[in-house]
């Protein structure tokens, strides 16, 4: 939080972590900003949680550097402790200090600063609850409480590992917002891991998409969303459909009809639609059939197949009571499509 | 409590608890009827108690009695989890070599009643014992200092319950979150301030409930304190009913020393303290890495080594080196079948009845919660709070005013079992009912089988880990009592707990060597049952 505004917070470099039996990180690298908000996402069992705990000094890598800020903290000989390393932690399951009430966790991190912890406590807005035991809390006053014991010493960084897993999903989308703004409003630098793209997309100033124990794209919301570097990336972050495509003098023949292809090499490629920029109008000689519908009041998603036998999902906003199953449609693209050759953009 | 009976308690809340059948209440109050008696009688004397026997309780300076018992109860209390969190935590999460040998072993001397580990150390240390014997030719020595008294006592206790914390506090440790750990290690603390401010505080109602054991098997210890001839309460209440026609101070006694371990109980309460130990949510369970212990990895062998040396392998070379001597010395070894059988059958019995009487007591407390059962369940845990020696004497009063049929017969040796030994059948039962839940036995109901169709197809298979635990708990407990053996055992019948103390307390070393170690063996199997049950599912905790 006190490094230059566009400084780096947190570097870490070709970070490998080897466990008895498989490998958890490879060739893990990241740069993290100062006063970013970062998401690193990835599906369950590609290494998030571990390159956090290699990041806080929980696991120490087998390979490569992690540096916060212009210290080297792991690697190349260096290996600073956790607790020297000045970064936060907030944990899945928060690990509150059950033998501790609500002021003594917060100020378990701090020097008998009891200033602090009040203006933690505000802050959080835990007033009136100090002397509440970690059990007698609510799940977002947990929640407040584990985020507040790591803000409260000031950390360069703030990892929080899956924060909202455990809230039900009524009070998640409310907690997210209000944990964003707070980590906002004091400028935290912070990288929260999750497995839920719109959790990322939401949240995030950037998004970090993560496979396999390594990063395969970084990039603002909008930009790993619009632009994926890879066929994997657009199949993480949102819904994709992937449209067979022949290309010929710029021009693109596929199952939502003929589109413009600039600057695309003739020969095969596939075209990403995302399910919002397909279009689907009622037509009793429609060559499309909709096979199923998903209604969720204000908007509704519609899984449509094409005449070449492609099946497609797509988002359509307000209620469209004649798209029904078995209805004859037409499909058309109205929107963005992106081409990729091989799994890779061009 | 557990995790499974807490989710079960606030399904509870949520739906409003069944009734009770009629069966289960009276065969619950039969129990309840059967536990109190021995208190209730012990009341009833006391009130009757008239001055000359006040009297002779004062003259008895029974105030430095009472000073004296818990002065030894708190050293041994506090030396035993002096000895029992380290070897707990050093065999649960670190890298110690062999620590999964070294947590069968440290755990073994469970089996060695204290009475017996006094008698070793006497045969060992005490005078004509097996270490003077050996130096007497040699050097000549024929006096060593005396360790009978209070230091025998207290190393005699110590060494044979400090097993209870470590059993207690390693499934503590296993048990607790691992992230509260990291927790502090984020939040600037080094690896000894997040042990002392976090991982011990958060092992506190383990350290507390083990505690509790070792403080209450203090104050209840008749038979190392004798051989020791330290006068604890247990020996003053043995002597002034062995010596004394009147019966009243012995049972003013008794009452006396109930208090003061009801006194410990409360006392353990207020040490568990406010905060509830608890794991949210379900979450993946990651692997802990073990702690490097580096340059402390020989000083921990050694702690290890030293504690299994005094407290396994010692007493069972002083006990086979006294075994040797008299086959040699071509003494008369008593032939110990008989009471090995004598042993084996009251502790089989015991073992049935426990688990049969805890039946209906944890089949209300897992299902039908309600002021009923909470009064049902505090009075089934009366045995806790209840020495040996103190149900001995109050079974003696009664049997012998009221039902002298049962007046020195094996019936009320097996009874007096029960009464001290229920709760250690209820608790496992309790929890592999908890566990059951409800709804499977709804949903063999719902399948149009009888009530005594699905516990039979059901409810039995399910819990029978559960009572096995109990009944080898108890079996293991009733093989090793001695005081409440030695009231009520009908003339000439013995166990291999009296044949023990008979040849101890006579001196007759090589006598009592041979019980000794049978009865260390056969104690063994049970122990490996339970051994076998704290690596499947983790040991329960005591619940409030």
Known sequence: MNAAAEGVALRCAGVTKIFDDAVALHGFDLTLRSGTLMALLGPSGCGKTTALRVIAGFEAPAAGEVWVGDRPVAGGGEWVPPEKRRIGMVFQEWALFPHLDVWHNIAFGLDRDDERVTDVIEMMDLNGFERRMPHELSGGQQQRVALGRALAPSPEVVLLDEPFSNLDATLRASVRAEVAQLLHDVKATAIFVTHDQEEALAMADEVAVMVQGRVLQVGSPHEVYGSPSSRRVASLVGEANFLRANVGRGRASTALGAIAAPGVPDGEAEVLVRPEAIELVFDEVGDARIVRTEFYGHDQLVTAQLADGTVVNVRLLGPHPELRVDARVRARLAGQARFFSNGVPV | ?544
């Open chain 2, 1 to 544: 409590m557990s995790l499974v009976a807490e989710a079960s308690a606030g399904l509870r809340r949520s739906l409003p608890p069944a009734r009770a059948s009629r069966g289960l209440v009276v065969a619950s109050l039969a129990v309840c009827a059967v536990m109190v008696t021995p208190l209730a009688y012990l009341a009833l004397r006391a009130a009757e108690a008239d001055a000359s026997s006040w009297d002779l309780i004062l003259r008895m300076r029974t105030v430095w009695l009472t000073l004296r018992t818990l002065g030894l109860a708190a050293a041994v209390t506090i030396a035993a989890v002096a000895v029992g969190v380290p070897l707990a935590w050093l065999t649960t999460r670190t890298d110690l070599p062999g620590r999964r040998a070294w947590a069968v072993l440290v755990s073994l001397p469970l089996v060695i009643p204290s009475y017996v580990g006094a008698f070793a150390l006497i045969a060992a240390f005490g005078p004509r014992g097996m270490l003077q014997q050996l130096l007497e030719a040699p050097l000549g020595v024929e006096r060593l200092p005396d360790i009978t008294g209070f230091p025998g006592a207290f190393i005699a206790l110590t060494l044979f319950t400090y097993p209870y914390v470590f059993l207690l506090v390693s499934a503590g440790i296993k048990g607790l979150d691992p992230s509260i750990e990291d927790a502090s290690r984020s939040l600037a603390h080094t690896r000894w301030t997040t042990f002392r401010r976090v991982t011990l505080p958060s092992l506190r109602p383990s350290i507390a409930a083990g505690g509790l054991l070792v403080a209450l098997y203090a104050l209840h210890d008749f038979g190392a304190v004798s051989l020791m001839r330290f006068p604890a309460f247990t020996q003053a209440i043995y002597l002034q009913y062995k010596g004394a026609f009147d019966r009243t101070p012995a049972a003013l006694l008794s009452l006396m020393l109930v208090g003061l371990a009801l006194a410990v109980l409360v006392l353990e309460q207020r040490a568990r303290g406010r905060a509830r130990y608890y794991r949210s949510g379900a979450g993946t369970a990651r692997r802990v890495t073990p702690i490097e212990l580096g340059k402390w990895t020989w000083p921990s062998l050694v702690l290890c080594g030293s504690v299994t040396l005094f407290a396994l392998v010692g007493p069972l070379a002083v006990i086979v080196f006294w075994l040797i001597r008299g086959f040699a010395a071509g003494t008369d070894i008593e032939l110990t079948l008989a009471p090995a059988v004598g042993s084996l059958v009251v502790a089989s019995a015991a073992a049935l009845a426990a688990v049969a009487s805890a039946f209906p007591i944890a089949r209300l407390v897992a299902r039908h919660q309600g002021g009923f059962t909470r009064s049902v369940e505090r009075l089934s845990y009366t045995g806790y709070a209840l020495p040996g020696i103190v149900a001995a004497l109050a079974f003696v009063f009664f049997a012998s005013n009221f039902a002298p049929w049962l007046y020195q017969s094996l019936p009320l040796v097996v009874i007096a079992y029960v009464v001290l030994f229920l709760p250690q059948a209820t608790e496992p039962l309790r929890g592999a009912l908890m566990q059951m839940g409800p709804r499977v036995e709804e949903a063999g109901r719902a399948l149009g089988r009888t009530r005594r169709h699905v516990y039979l197809s059901v409810v039995a298979p399910l819990i029978a880990r559960g009572a096995l635990a109990g009944a080898a708990l108890v079996f293991l407990t009733s093989m090793k009592e001695l005081p409440a053996t030695l009231l009520l055992r009908p003339t000439g019948f013995d166990t291999l707990a009296t044949s023990i103390w008979t040849g101890a307390a006579a001196g007759l070393y090589s006598k009592a060597a041979a019980p000794a170690l049978l009865l260390i063996a056969i104690c063994a199997v049970p122990l490996y049952v339970l051994v076998r049950r704290v690596e499947v599912e983790k040991i329960e905790v005591p619940a409030e």
